[in-house]
């Protein structure tokens, strides 16, 4: 490397498990050894005190704004880069805003709302029919999305055990799909809580659409309050909510939960985890999901048993994931133009980066999928194996 060389390339050479090309100022590197994977092409010198700060913020944006763009495959050149994570810098000291946010309820209504309130018919254009935003399940190789996340609810409610008459919570409801299908199939009565404004619209408009009005209930509501209206559940179900609970909330999260299950009921808490109790990808914290904190299996289970759960079933769906980031990702490249004419392309590039590198994460095992069976205390009656 030539004395003249920027710090970006200097600091690009600890990623060499990998070989790729970079291209800056007319000049090609070679990083790594061996035959080149994908190339990088450097429109703009990225500060060395961006990438010391925060190598995925200083790279995230630098890709966002077309400063830095990958010819090949995306997917392949940030599974090489998010497989290196341990070459990553990170000032936490110079980053508090984003990594320590309040996880009081008035932020965390806002957090929620800048992701999920960005409007129905945006999620609509790349999600599949049911609008399941939530890993989906592949029990068969070609399995479509949407055949893939009627799976996914489904196994949920097997999971549960369900019985006519029975009544359903779920925290973090979404657009309702889970609750309406339980309710159809399995004569529950369901109830759902959401802090998305969208969300709760477009589930009011489903309920009323099917007649289920006297069946299924969604509100606008922080599960924090959820006691006060007086009701216990015959079992809970919670998809995709618990990581924009935050760190501080996990015990009342739990003792909530506790506190609204019936005594022998089944709680099914199905999440993105993390590895180890660190405070998150500080780009995904500041462009995606604002407060979002992955846990980790061991607190999550450590927390439950400190309730009154017990645990009987803990499943890895973190390969499924992948492949439902991947159809995400293949079909918001169908609407890459309607999208970047309403949103800009920063944005779309913006959305790129997160669906494709959250399927990198997942494929590579950087984070994963567990869906966790509690029961609220001893439950003797289930069925003995947990095929039923």
């Known amino acids: 490397m030539h004395i003249l060389d920027t710090f970006l390339i200097h600091y690009l050479h600890r990623f060499d498990k990998y070989c790729f090309t970079v291209e800056l100022h007319d000049k090609k590197y070679t990083i790594g050894s061996g035959q080149p994977l994908f190339n ?14 925060s190598t995925s913020l200083a790279l995230g944006e630098a890709y966002m ?3 830095l763009e990958i010819e090949g495959d995306l997917f392949t050149a940030l599974q090489c880069i998010l497989s290196q994570t341990s070459q990553f810098s990170l000032d936490k000291s110079a980053l508090k805003r984003i990594l320590y946010t309040p996880e009081s309820k008035s932020y965390q209504k806002q957090q929620v709302s800048s992701h999920y309130d960005l409007g129905n018919d945006f999620y609509q254009l790349w999600l599949d029919p049911s609008m399941s935003y939530s890993c989906a399940y592949f029990k068969q190789k070609d399995d479509t999305l949407e055949q893939a996340q009627h799976n996914k609810v489904h196994y949920i409610l097997e999971k549960l055990h369900l019985q006519p008459g029975m009544s359903l919570l779920d925290i973090g409801c979404g657009w309702g799909y889970l609750l309406i299908e339980a309710a159809q199939k399995y004569g529950v009565k369901g109830y759902g809580c959401t802090l998305s404004h969208e969300q709760w619209k477009k589930g009011q408009e489903r309920i009323e659409a099917l007649g289920l009005q006297g069946q299924v209930q969604i509100d606008l509501i922080d599960y924090r309050d959820l006691i006060k209206e007086g ?11 618990l990581e924009h609970v935050g760190r501080s909330n996990y015990s009342v999260y739990m003792e909530t939960a506790d506190h609204l299950l019936k005594d022998g009921g089944l709680f099914l808490l199905h999440y993105i985890s993390g590895l180890d109790e660190s405070v998150g990808n500080p780009w995904m914290r500041k462009y995606i999901f604002p407060g979002g904190t992955l846990p980790s299996l061991r607190e999550i289970i450590n927390v439950a048993y400190n309730c009154d759960f017990r645990v009987i079933d803990v499943e890895s769906l973190r390969r499924h994931y992948y492949k439902t980031l991947m159809c995400w990702y293949d079909n918001f490249q169908k609407v890459h133009d309607q999208i970047a004419a309403e949103r800009g392309e920063e944005f779309v590039r913006m959305w790129d980066l997160y669906l494709c590198g959250c399927a990198a994460a997942f494929y590579i095992g950087n984070i ?21």
């Open 40 to 53: 990088v092409v450097i429109h703009k010198d990225i500060p060395k005190r961006e990438l010391l700060s």
């Open 65 to 67: 704004r077309k400063d």
């Open 231 to 241: 009701r216990t559940y015959d079992r809970i179900v919670s998809v995709g909510m």
């Open 368 to 388: 994963d999928l567990h869906q966790v069976l509690m029961t609220k205390g001893v439950n003797n009656e289930l069925p003995m194996t947990r095929w039923y």
